[in-house]
């Protein structure tokens, strides 16, 4: 079974603080996906990034920096110098292919991200 | 490129009235098709999934049903609504080979 364990439910940081979202995930997959995506108030999920199981490498895109750890089954998701905009639910998310042949994907609780200007 | 479409974006229903939420997709053929829940302050629920039409299953047994008609077309419907039913509703897609999920811009479903 797939299980994703986002333990922050709502952090507050004052604009251009950085701010760690974690992310725990478990699964019996050798092959697997990771992702990200942000649910802004309009409610609509916009995706992030993708990481497959194979690939360790940390990734940074502008302000965002996401540190993938297979040992800790870890897939944190680091904002930089964050922004009232940045201000959101953020959703780690899991995803890996089923017996009956569909890909599952497994979201966490979410984090509600608040900036405060 | 590939676009879906998820309507209507907000609909208040009385309990006992029967619901319909369609999603389309654009742009890509042959493709796995979701149905998501949110509930207040909660994750997103898998509720159905699809791999062709016609080919339907659930992961949670609840008052909804989903149908497939078409390959593109994603219906999700009830007969009769319950207090219970309200929420935010996501059709989603994937490839066949997946495997990122690609999200509609939801309905809030109120059931009063």
């Known amino acids: 079974a797939q299980k994703v364990t986002q333990a922050q439910t709502e952090i507050s940081v004052v604009e251009k603080e950085d701010v760690t979202l974690d992310c725990v995930y478990e699964?019996?997959?050798?092959?697997?996906?990771l992702f990200w995506y942000k649910q802004p108030p309009s409610g609509e999920l916009v995706f992030l990034i993708r990481r497959n199981s194979f690939d360790e490498q940390n990734e940074i895109s502008g302000r965002y920096s996401w540190n993938f750890q297979k040992s800790t089954s870890s897939f944190n998701f680091t904002i930089t110098a964050s922004q009232v905009v940045d201000s959101a639910v953020y959703f780690c998310?899991?995803?890996?292919?089923?017996?009956?042949?569909?890909?599952?994907?497994?979201f966490g609780t979410g984090t509600k991200l608040q900036v405060i200007p | 490129s590939q676009t879906i479409h998820q309507w209507p974006a907000t609909l208040v229903q009385p309990v006992g009235s029967p619901l319909s939420l369609e999603c389309t997709v654009e742009?890509?053929?042959?493709?796995?098709l979701y149905w998501y829940r949110q509930a207040a302050g909660r994750g997103l629920q898998l509720l159905f999934y699809s791999v062709g039409i016609g080919q339907i299953s659930s992961e949670v047994p609840q008052n909804l049903s989903a149908s497939r008609p078409q390959d593109r077309q994603f219906i999700l419907s009830s007969k009769k609504l319950l207090l219970s039913d309200s929420g935010f509703y996501l059709c989603?897609?994937?490839?066949?080979?997946?495997?990122?999920?690609?999200f509609g811009q939801g309905t809030r479903l109120t059931v009063v």
């Open positions: 989603a897609w994937t490839r066949a080979a997946g495997p990122e999920a690609f």
């Open positions: 998310a899991l995803s890996g292919r089923t017996s009956g042949g569909y890909q599952k994907v497994t």
């Open positions: 742009g890509t053929s042959n493709p796995n």
């Open positions: 699964t019996r997959d050798t092959t697997y996906y």
